[in-house]
């Protein structure tokens, strides 16, 4: 351990506030580090790995793939690409997809399509986007300056012009920001790294009407909802509505480098050839092994599963919350699940981790549980024990 957190601190940049455990192995919702201790994962690499760790069919269709064809750019057609787009476009509101390497990257081809939608349709001056306060879109220039919280954008100021930041849940707040300069508004259906806020019922909808009425476009960051996390393979579904653009990634690739914009054909012709485009968006590599997780995750059974376990899990924390004053909330939905604190939280997952559970902290006072969508009951039972252990020796 001493000699790994060496070499990273002398060859890798110190942007991560790493723990002190070097994993080595993973099998479903459990990981082992290099002393051969066990863990149970519920962060599942940020809401990644909703099929867990060492899945053997994707492990297979990875490595039949990667003997057979593994990048030749897109100025070609491969057939896991194309099978990808149209299974994605079949599942979903969508007609077309854009693939890209990541949550930011897809969101970054979001906010260029919506301006370059407007500029096509209303001409030059309407380019401005509205996005939430809390909200987490990626670490890009554009996506940071498009994300709602001040820490990020610290250090990196001139931020990119055109966004506007407005109280998530508050459709007052988002009519009163619209000006002749708006051309869409951004927002994620529950909020990750904002501390898993959910939306009031209805929210979404209203919102969708309001975007019509002013003729914006409406922009869904699914990247850390989508894919089966809250119970449905896309978090709007649950909203009975529809984006203009949604944008996915980490779980779709299921620890592989892959993002993807989706849109409507409306939308979508705005891009043509030189418009926009990635060297590694959309490889035959990673593009097989999505579609094999997106075939896994869509089956209904699955998703049924979610929601059970899911309802299950937050019985379990609201059963601990009547004994410990020191949760304040429990909210959630499916398998993305957030307890709230009412004092700083890391010293919990630091004692969770030494007890061999995997979680982490958002938003300075939020446990944030994002488990493999196939943990177990028994895996759950597991953690409220030691949680609640945990919280007894906090509060002692």
């Known amino acids: 351990m001493e000699n790994i957190q060496a070499a990273c601190q002398e060859h890798i940049c110190n942007t991560y506030a790493r723990l002190p455990v070097v994993f080595v192995r993973g099998e479903g919702c459990r990981l082992w580090d290099d002393t051969g201790r066990e863990y149970h994962d519920f962060l599942a690499g940020i809401a990644v790995c909703n099929l867990g ?8 269709i990875l490595c039949r793939q990667a003997k057979t064809l593994i990048h030749v750019s897109n100025l070609f057609f491969t057939t896991p690409q194309v099978r990808l787009a149209a ?3 079949r599942h979903s509101f969508a007609d077309k997809v854009f693939f890209s390497n990541s949550g930011a990257e897809a969101n970054e081809a979001a906010i260029k399509i919506a301006r370059k939608y407007s500029k096509d349709r209303h001409g030059l001056g309407r380019f401005h986007i509205i996005t939430m306060k809390d909200s987490f879109h990626g670490r890009t220039l554009a996506t940071l300056s498009a994300t709602g919280q001040e820490k990020v954008h610290k250090g990196f100021e001139p931020l990119v012009e055109g966004f506007t930041f407005v109280d998530f849940n508050s459709l007052e707040a988002v009519e009163a920001a619209i000006t002749d300069k708006t051309c ?3 927002v994620e259906p529950i909020q990750g790294e904002g501390g898993i806020n959910i939306p009031d019922p209805g929210y979404l909808k209203e919102l969708k009407a309001l975007c019509e009425s002013r003729d914006l476009l409406l922009i869904f960051d699914e990247v850390q909802v989508g894919m089966g996390r809250t119970g449905t393979l896309f978090a709007y579904e649950q909203e009975g509505v529809s984006p203009d653009i949604m944008t996915l990634a980490k779980a779709l690739g299921n620890g592989l480098p892959i993002g993807a ?8 012709r705005t891009f043509v050839p030189g418009s ?3 060297t590694f968006g959309g490889t035959p590599l990673v593009t097989s092994v999505a579609l094999g997780v997106l075939e896994h995750i869509a089956e209904a059974s699955f998703l049924e599963r979610v929601n059970r376990t ?3 899990f937050m019985d379990r924390l609201k059963e601990l919350q009547a004994r410990h004053s020191v949760i304040y909330d429990v909210r959630g939905r499916g398998l993305m699940v957030g307890l709230e604190l009412t004092r700083p939280g890391q010293v919990i997952v630091e004692k969770l981790l030494k007890r061999g559970f995997v979680i982490n902290c958002t938003h300075e006072k939020v446990l944030r549980f994002v488990p493999p969508l196939i943990v177990t009951q028994q895996d759950i039972d597991r953690l409220i024990e030691a949680l609640d252990a945990v919280l007894k020796e906090e509060t002692a």
């Open 261 to 268: 914009m989706l849109t409507t054909e409306a939308v979508a």
């Open 184 to 186: 869409a508004v951004m």
């Open 87 to 89: 299974e994605l476009t």
């Open 276 to 278: 926009h485009a990635t």
């Open 310 to 312: 899911g309802h299950y």
């Open 53 to 60: 760790h060492a899945h053997p069919v994707l492990a297979d």
